[in-house]
């Protein structure tokens, strides 16, 4: 019974945690745009690989930059 329901498709990566950045208009919980969750159930599982490939990237480039700390103090 529960093969019938198993799916090819890959999951969406959302956590729960959606707020969008309007300066990026991304997510600031799964890192996808506006635009790809919205689109997310209509788009090819080519799409959502690719996407998905993209998300650790988007990830580290929306983490906080570090301002001074001891590195920046011992300068």
Request: aromatic share 2%.
């Amino acid at each position: 019974m529960d093969e019938i329901w198993k799916r090819d498709e890959i999951e969406s990566p959302c956590i729960k945690l959606c707020i969008i950045d309007p300066a990026t208009r991304q997510c600031t919980g799964c890192h996808r745009t506006i635009d790809e969750i919205g689109g997310w159930s209509r788009m090819k599982p080519s799409e959502r690989t690719e996407i998905m490939a993209q998300l650790p990237d988007r990830a580290e480039a929306a983490k906080p930059k570090r301002r001074g700390g001891r590195a920046g103090r011992t300068r």
